[in-house]
């Protein structure tokens, strides 16, 4: 029972991130067709990074990571393969 209260917190910021993903991304929702080979200069796309990263290490330090990631994306930064480590 205390098991699953702990993990609460983290099932909801992802399935926010998932919301955001299925309603507005332009790498996974409807905008997709607008951009049919992807938007996101990266590889998984921020948004899935940030779910591997909240999944794998917390709300806290996945957050930490995924907003780093998110600092990066910008057009001086050439991207590509990025993934969780």
């Known amino acids: 029972m205390f ?5 609460y917190p983290r099932h909801l ?11 507005l991304s332009f790498d996974h929702g409807p905008l997709k ?3 049919p080979h992807g938007f996101c200069r990266f590889n998984p796309s921020c ?8 999944e794998k290490y917390g709300i806290f ?6 907003c780093w990631r ?3 994306c ?3 930064n050439k991207g590509g393969n ?3 480590i």
Do not use: W
Request: hydrophobic share 40%.
């Open 3 to 7: 098991k699953t209260f702990k993990f």
């Open 13 to 23: 910021v992802i399935s926010i991130i998932r919301f955001y993903q299925k309603t």
């Open 33 to 35: 067709s607008v951009y």
């Open 47 to 54: 948004s899935e990074y940030s779910v591997q990263a909240i």
């Open 61 to 66: 330090k996945g957050g930490i990571k995924s």
């Open 70 to 72: 998110i600092i990066r």
């Open 74 to 76: 910008n057009p001086f």
């Open 82 to 84: 990025d993934p969780l």
